[in-house]
T-cell receptor
Framework: AQSVTQLGSHVSVSEGALVLLRCNYS??????LFWYVQYPNQGLQLLLK??????LVKGINGFEAEFKKSETSFHLTKPSAHMSDAAEYFC?????????????FGQGTRLTINP | GAVVSQHPSRVICKSGTSVKIECRSL??????MFWYRQFPKQSLMLMAT?????????EQGVEKDKFLINHASLTLSTLTVTSAHPEDSSFYIC????????????FGSGTQLSVL
């Protein structure tokens, strides 16, 4: 079964610093991978997705993620953190169960930005 | 992007009562809606998949008589937690799909259920 593991339930960085949120996946087939962001009191919003095209995927708000098959990783990065990036981030893998495409989520990482 | 409205955002109820949560796609028709449950500091766990006009498909370990799902129209799905108990206290999130591609999957803002 496909799964994802997010390393670190809470990450704290200073404004302007590099953001790195870690995600490792487990999949027996080429995976479709996603990063979602959840701001307080809002629904999940798609940041970016990997679907076996380019290994470096660019998303919204300056985020990007690189698919590394050798490391089974799909880490999310942003060169310079902004206060508005404070949120909960979820990595997810798409899997097909009984003919239906479904998402399996990681535990989430809460990103805090220090002024 | 498309908007999914989930209501209520927070509900407190007594043990033994039933609670209904609504999930509406406001500006699109959703053939499929999903219900998730999230415990503190844990990931979203898929509970069930509902398709308009048919019975919901429940994930293993989810009691279908406990969590009643109705998807009567292309814009509305409801989750009813029947005879709620404190262990049912959790954060429930719905999502609605525009199509097969998960890029067209839109989430509600969630419902925090507290059972006393």
């Amino acid at each position: 079964a496909q799964s994802v593991t997010q390393l670190g339930s809470h990450v704290s960085v200073s404004e302007g610093a590099l953001v790195l949120l870690r995600c490792n996946y487990s999949s027996s087939v080429p995976p479709y991978l996603f990063w979602y962001v959840q701001y307080p009191n809002q629904g999940l919003q798609l940041l970016l997705k990997y679907t076996s095209a380019a290994t470096l995927v660019k998303g919204i708000n300056g985020f990007e993620a690189e698919f590394k098959k050798s490391e089974t990783s799909f880490h999310l990065t942003k060169p310079s953190a902004h206060m508005s990036d404070a949120a909960e981030y979820f990595c997810a893998v798409s899997t097909i169960i009984q003919g239906a495409q479904k998402l399996v989520f990681g535990q989430g990482t809460r990103l805090t930005i220090n002024p | 992007g498309a908007v999914v409205s989930q209501h209520p955002s927070r509900v407190i109820c007594k043990s033994g009562t039933s609670v209904k949560i609504e999930c509406r796609s406001l500006d699109f028709q959703a053939t499929t809606m999903f219900w998730y449950r999230q415990f503190p500091k844990q990931s979203l766990m898929l509970m069930a998949t509902s398709n308009e006009g048919s019975k919901a498909t429940y994930e293993q370990g989810v009691e279908k008589d406990k969590f009643l799902i109705n998807h009567a129209s292309l814009t509305l799905s409801t989750l009813t937690v029947t005879s709620a108990h404190p262990e049912d206290s959790s954060f429930y999130i719905c999502s609605a799909s525009l199509g097969w591609d998960n890029e067209k999957l839109f989430f509600g803002s969630g419902t925090q259920l507290s059972v006393l």
